[in-house]
């Protein structure tokens, strides 16, 4: 992008404030009308508004980058609200478009190195656990074994043995037939490599990922990470489709009765990354309803939902900052009565743990589902 | 009722006929250090026109009363502060308009004087405050001062632009009871005259059920004016014998229109809240009630209204929430009448109690005045033109925003010669 | 300026006091200096910012300010236009952002709102709309101004329920300041607990302080404005006429009998109030379009079910009359948003209209000349006159009317609102006149149609806004303003509070 291009990009912010606010007709508390966690936080340059404006000074020259505008850049999570109100109907401020490109021109020594090992790691596979899933019938795609849909293994998942048993499990007790690059394993990509201003490191990745899905002819590709779907959804040109995990646990609910799970109401973070930006809503919800769970909705929920704090590599940037942000959305969940939250999304799940209330859970939805279906963890040492 | 606020008599009056005459008394006073004590039409509820300080000039503004403009197509007049609401609803009754008239404010009173002192007009409940654009004057010090579009030099009659940056200036002179300066124009809005005129009434049990009902009704938008008073009031505006079988209180509901059918919707429409509330709109509370009841707003009587023989009338003039009338309804004595007008859509209330004493007992009313009044403002109720007698208490009560206005004052009136002790300044 | 950091820090904690170069920089300029890219008004940078936690911080923000006199300036939304907020002078002044103080509260009793400043008039909207009220005058510019600051800086007025309620400052009940003497000043509602909600005294209102005075006054630290019961019913009514004068005359007659709870006469090409309710600015730019040629009346109706239905039915037959004609409803369906505003509930527009006229993104756009008029006829007048003055000078600059840039051109658009003045439904309003230029090289003709407008607006006769630095109301109206100064020099003597925006900086 060239310094005009960014600035004429920036320069449709008007500093409006909008998307200081939620856009409902009406809130019961005040306390949740604002949504940007960065801005509502620490106010002032810190809101969206106040990030376009390090573009434009940037773009125009009358600003230099130094320690205080990264830490600003890096203070937003990247959650997308801002970008996704104010093409909702007010302007048409490309935010997204905008604080990634920011993240890209840093200077190098302005760059947070923790973000910078994030990157790495979802660029090139580490050791794995994959095997894991053989245990339950997953088929290696990487051999010679082939399957129409294949689960995609990201950062968070790759090495995650308990994880990939209870996925494995599901995909068992499903009956369904899923391969996965399992000896050979695609890039791990997620939103990592953009949080580090990686995006043509991202590029060629998704590109790899690309041809060898074209190679082995998948149809659609399965994504526990919603920050995997995401990026993937933006940038793979395969024209293969990305589908959350969540869509494959409804479709199984409607197939086979779970078992009770006893659990009293329970609300549902819809994470950045399966919301705003891969617009999945309804999935997660059915998995709930089909649990047999009373969903107590969040003030801030589906495209208005709150970020939990950890986006942006807030949460190896500055994890003390991402609690900060997580206090605000716990006494949300606070005040919908429910004692339980429900995740979809492995960073929400940690750093929602930053600062629980003593008398709240929360719980990962795939966990959830694996207990409905009867797993015990035992299963995970087959 | 002169006698009840002051014992001073003015040293002198003064009888100017034109702007120019009032800066010259002014700037005079300012090298004697003469006390002014400005008076429109000298009927006002309170005692604004009577001096508080011996050897006081009275300036007398009566005489200043031009209307200086007419506009029957915008509804809007430029006046001096002598013209009087009988003079101005003459010229508003050949155009189809009217004047809006204050509560016991005689039709000899003066507009401008009414209106830049915010006594309680009528029409308050639907229009709100506000009914003085624009205003022009002599502050205390002798230099000219306007608000608005008068404060432009453009050359025009019409200059009824108020524009907000002004109103913190215009809204200052307003209550000040001509203790900042002298104000000898205005400009001040007119309502159309409708053809269809109809009053209403709803009997209630009690002063509680009144002031629900005020609250239900104003909700509609659908009333020109409302206000419910109790049975000694409504025997005076009637006209009848206070003995007569009229309710303990009683909410007076007007509805105008141009067209039968719009009273009609209105009467159906108030009529199921009055059901609503567990009561009845009636139209003759008694022999042509309802024509008495417009005539009255249309030029109201004054103070005369209640004055009978050697029975003073005096108002005690307030603003109050739903629940301090009810905590205090109980303070007044048996005689006394009541008026309450809803404002700010039923927020808040215009409630005007009154006290009943005999002539020869001066001394004792006063006292009485001033206490009931000390137990109203306990309550939090606000006087927002307190009389003479009250003005010191008022004061400490609010002392934050006197201490404000008494550095204004001091600056816009260095030899303090502007109606000294109004207002506790 | 370091040690006054220091102490600003120790009052308000370090995180809350800010003077990195982005805070300077964000802090310089407003929509108004941004629109202008900083070449009509320029930016002035603060030395630094502070977020005050509450009344007694602002409190000793201001004592510690007066002791090292070094001016202090407020802003609210941040919205306003006409650089309002912005420090009178580059690198003279401390900003205070009220960010950190969002309360809002709702009396039912007193049917009163009261709102910290850094609440946002979106969050307030929000807020009652739940608890079944309603806040008639308009919300300002956008849903990011803080509730009670845009009715210091602007006038609030409600395009569609203005004639009945009133603008902003209509509706201010009471308020908490801090003077430059440190010490609070609660007026009205506010003067103590349980005041009623009445903003007028004891004696001379003090609430009315601080409109327009750009914190030059004091620094306000709680408001409170009057609400209103939600109506049972709101309805609209849309119609085109074939000429600007036929649609006065209908107006008239409307207002004349007081129908409607507002109205609005719009010119040709009468983007600004179609968009202020279309729920995009995509549907706002086929509006515009669709409308070159027509004027509009744009009018609201509330109450009961009887009384909109009976409005309505009256206000159809009177502006047939002069040869009106009702809209389509497809047309109308991009126009419903008026109706929650009739309501009482904000709906979010100002920003849409720049989204339009600034098209790709790429422009900027500029008010060049809007003012409160307090008749029809002058209205009238001022969009007739002021249109053409506005076409000859783009017959003089072919270049700007044959742009490639679809957006590129002038929509003169007269947004007129009988309303307002006191809630009096005698005419007065508003007209607003938007160029919109792709790059700086219009400046210079942009310049040339606002100085048109401004001549016009002083031959015509209307008061100065008084809007930020409108020096008319310091240079004009001598009468008025020596009394400010009077005002000003007994609420802060020294001169501190917001120099050089609503009051001339001293050398
Ligand atoms: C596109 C657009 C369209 C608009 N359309 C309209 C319209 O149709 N009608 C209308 O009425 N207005 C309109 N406006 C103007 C709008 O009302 C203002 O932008 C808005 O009111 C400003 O509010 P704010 O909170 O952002 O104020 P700020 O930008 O924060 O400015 C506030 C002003 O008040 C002072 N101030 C701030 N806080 C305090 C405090 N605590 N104590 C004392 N003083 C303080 C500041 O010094 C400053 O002068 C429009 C604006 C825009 C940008
Ligand atoms: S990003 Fe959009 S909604 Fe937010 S302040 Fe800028 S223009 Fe307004
Ligand atoms: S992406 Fe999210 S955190 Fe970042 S500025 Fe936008 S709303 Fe704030």
Redesign the pocket.
């Known amino acids: 992008m060239t310094k005009q291009e960014l600035l004429d990009k920036a320069l449709?912010?008007?500093?409006?404030?909008?998307?200081r606010g939620v856009t409902q007709d009406a809130v019961p508390n005040a306390d949740f009308s604002t949504q940007c966690p960065s801005g509502m936080t620490l106010f002032g340059e810190y809101e969206?508004?106040g990030l376009?404006y390090i573009a434009r000074g940037i773009a125009q020259g009358d600003l230099q980058w130094n320690k205080d505008l990264a830490k600003v850049l890096y203070s937003c999570t990247l959650c997308g609200y801002?970008d996704d109100?104010?093409s909702r109907g007010?302007?048409h401020?490309p935010?997204v478009t905008i604080l990634e490109e920011l993240r890209k021109i840093v200077p190098q020594e302005l760059k947070p190195r923790s973000l910078q090992k994030a990157a790495a790691a979802a660029e090139v596979p580490k050791q794995h656990k994959l095997a894991v899933l053989k245990n339950y019938g997953v088929i290696d795609v990487s051999g010679s074994g082939t399957a129409d849909t294949i689960l995609f293994a990201d950062t968070t998942l790759i090495a995650n043995s308990s994880k990939l048993s209870e996925i494995g499990f599901l995909i068992k007790t499903s009956g369904r037939k899923l391969g996965c690059f399992i000896d050979e394993p695609l890039p791990p990509v997620e939103q990592a490599l953009i949080n580090g201003g990686q995006q043509d490191v991202l590029e060629r990745c998704v590109a790899r990922i690309d041809r060898r899905l074209k190679q082995k002819g998948i149809k659609k590709v399965v994504c526990y990470n919603p920050e995997s779907l995401s990026v993937l959804k933006r940038f793979s040109r395969s024209g293969v489709p990305f589908v959350s995990i969540t869509q494959l646990y409804a479709e199984m609910l409607k197939k086979k009765s779970p078992k009770k799970l006893k659990l009293s109401a329970v609300t549902y973070q819809d994470p950045c990354h399966l919301g705003r930006y891969a617009q999945e809503y309804s999935a997660p919800r059915q998995v709930i309803a089909g649990l047999g769970l009373t969903l107590k909705e969040m003030w801030r929920s589906r495209n208005n939902s709150l970020c939990c704090g950890a986006g942006g590599g807030m949460l190896a940037v500055n994890p003390q900052l991402a609690k900060r942000y997580a206090a605000n959305r716990w006494e949300e969940v606070s005040a919908t009565g429910a004692k339980t939250l429900i995740t979809a999304c492995p960073y929400c799940n940690a750093n929602f743990r930053q600062g629980k209330p003593k008398d709240s859970k929360i719980m990962d939805l795939t966990s959830l589902m694996a207990q409905a279906y009867g797993y015990t963890g035992k299963e995970a040492g087959k | 009722m002169r006698s009840f606020y002051s014992d001073y008599e003015p040293a002198k009056t003064v009888i100017p006929t034109s702007p120019e005459e009032v800066q010259e008394i002014i700037r005079h006073a300012n090298s004697t250090k003469t006390p002014l004590v400005p008076v429109s039409s000298g009927t006002n509820l309170q005692d604004t026109h009577l001096p508080s300080v011996k050897g006081a000039t009275v300036v007398d503004l009566s005489h200043v009363n031009r209307i200086l403009y007419f506009d029957a197509k915008n509804r809007n007049a430029v006046i001096e502060p002598g013209v009087t609401f009988r003079q101005l609803e003459k010229r508003c009754e050949a155009e189809g308009l009217r004047t809006l008239t204050a509560i016991d404010v005689p039709a000899d009173g003066s507009v401008l004087g009414t209106y830049l002192e915010m006594m309680p007009l009528y029409g308050w409940p639907k229009y709100h405050p506000w009914e003085m654009l624009t205003m022009k004057g002599f502050r205390a010090d002798g230099e000219p001062f306007a608000t608005g579009q008068m404060a432009m030099k453009q050359d025009r009659p019409d200059k009824y632009s108020w524009g907000v940056s002004f109103a913190q200036v215009a809204r200052l002179y307003c209550q000040a009871q001509g203790t900042l300066g002298i104000i000898t124009e205005a400009a001040v809005t007119l309502k159309t005259a409708t053809p269809e005129n109809q009053v209403l009434f709803f009997p209630c049990k009690n002063i509680q059920d009144a002031v629900k009902a005020l609250k239900t009704f104003i909700a509609t938008e659908e009333l020109h004016e409302i206000f419910a008073v109790n049975k000694i009031y409504l025997a005076e505006l009637l006209g009848e014998k206070a003995s007569a079988a009229l309710p303990p209180w009683t909410v007076v509901l007007v509805i105008r229109g141009y067209e039968k059918e719009e009273l009609a919707y209105k009467k159906k429409d108030l009529g199921a809240l009055a059901k609503q509330l567990g009561g009845e709109l009636v139209t003759g509370i008694s022999r042509k009630a309802g024509e008495k009841i417009l005539a009255e707003i249309k030029l109201p009587t004054g103070g005369a209204l209640h004055d009978a023989g050697d029975n003073q009338w005096v108002p005690l003039v307030t603003i109050a929430t739903a629940s301090q009338i009810k905590a205090c309804a109980g303070l007044m004595q048996k005689n006394s009448g009541a008026i309450i007008m809803p404002l700010q859509a039923g927020g808040c209330f215009y409630y005007q109690p009154d006290l009943r004493f005999e002539s020869g007992n001066l001394q004792k009313a006063r006292k009485e005045y001033a206490a009931v009044s000390g137990k109203l403002m306990k309550a939090g109720v606000m006087f927002p033109r307190p009389s003479a007698l009250i003005a010191k208490q008022l004061a400490a009560q609010y002392s934050d925003n006197f201490k404000l206005l008494r550095s204004i004052k001091k600056a816009v009136d260095p030899n303090n010669i502007m109606n000294p002790g109004k207002l506790g300044l | 300026m370091k040690e006054t950091v220091k102490k600003l820090q120790k009052i308000v904690g370090s995180e809350w006091v800010r003077t990195d170069s982005l805070t300077q920089y964000f802090y310089s300029s407003d929509v108004m200096t941004y629109f202008g890219q900083g070449a009509l008004y320029p930016s002035n940078k603060p030395l630094a910012v502070v977020y005050p936690g509450s009344a007694k911080e602002v409190q000793a923000v201001i004592n510690l300010a007066r002791k090292e006199e070094i001016p202090l300036y407020a802003i609210g939304g941040g919205t306003v236009l006409l650089i309002g907020s912005i420090p009178g002078k580059n690198d003279i002044g401390i900003t205070f952002d009220f960010h950190r103080m969002q309360k809002i509260t709702v009396d039912k009793e007193r049917m009163v709102v009261r709102a910290q400043p850094g609440a946002t008039g979106l969050q307030v909207s929000q807020l009652m709309r739940e608890m079944d009220f309603g806040y008639r005058p308009y919300f300002g510019g956008?849903p990011?101004t803080s509730l009670f600051v845009p009715y210091q800086v602007f006038t609030g007025q409600n395009k569609m329920a203005g004639y009945q309620d009133g603008m902003g400052i209509n509706c201010a009940a009471g308020m908490e300041m801090v003077l430059a003497s440190g010490e609070i000043l609660r007026t009205g509602s506010m003067a103590h607990k349980q005041s009623p909600g009445w903003p007028h005294g004891p004696g001379p209102a003090l609430t009315y302080l601080p409109f327009f005075a750009n914190a030059g006054y004091g620094i306000v630290t709680e408001m409170e404005f009057r609400l209103f019961p939600t109506p049972q019913e709101v309805g609209s009514l849309w119609v085109t006429f074939p000429t600007l004068s036929s649609a006065c005359t209908a107006m008239y007659e409307v207002m004349k009998k007081e129908y409607a709870c507002g109205a609005t006469v719009m010119g040709p090409g009468c983007w600004t109030h179609a968009l202020y309710s279309s729920q995009h600015w995509q549907e706002g730019a086929h509006f515009v379009k669709a409308t070159q040629d027509i004027n509009l009346i744009g009018m609201s109706f509330r109450g009961s079910k009887a009384k909109v239905a009976f409005e309505r039915k009256a206000c159809i037959r009177i502006l047939e009359q002069h040869s009106g004609a009702v809209m389509p409803d497809w047309m109308v369906a991009i126009l419903d948003g008026h109706e929650a505003n009739a309501a009482g509930w904000q709906q979010c527009n100002s920003?849409k209209i720049c989204g339009t006229f600034n098209g790709k993104s790429d422009s900027g756009g500029i008010f060049v000349s809007g003012g409160v008029f307090d008749s029809l006829e002058k209205l009238e007048d001022y969009m007739d006159r002021g249109m053409k003055a506005y076409q000859q000078v783009c017959r003089d600059n072919p270049e700007f009317l044959s742009h490639p840039h679809p957006t590129v051109r002038l929509y003169a658009s007269c947004g007129q609102t009988y309303l307002s003045m006191g809630g009096h439904s005698n005419a007065a309003g508003e007209v607003i006149f938007v160029v919109d230029y792709a790059r700086r090289e219009f400046l210079p003709m942009v310049g040339a149609i606002k100085a048109q407008f401004d001549a016009l607006m002083q031959e015509i006769g209307m008061a100065p806004l008084g809007v930020g630095r409108d020096k008319r109301t310091w240079t004009e109206c001598p009468a008025h303003f020596s009394m400010a100064q009077i005002i000003k020099k007994a609420a802060d003597p020294q001169g501190f509070l917001a120099p050089g925006v609503a009051f001339p900086l001293s050398e």
């Open positions: 449709s912010c008007n500093r409006c404030g909008t998307c969206p508004a376009m801002c109100l104010c007010y302007r401020t935010a | 956008s990011g920003p």
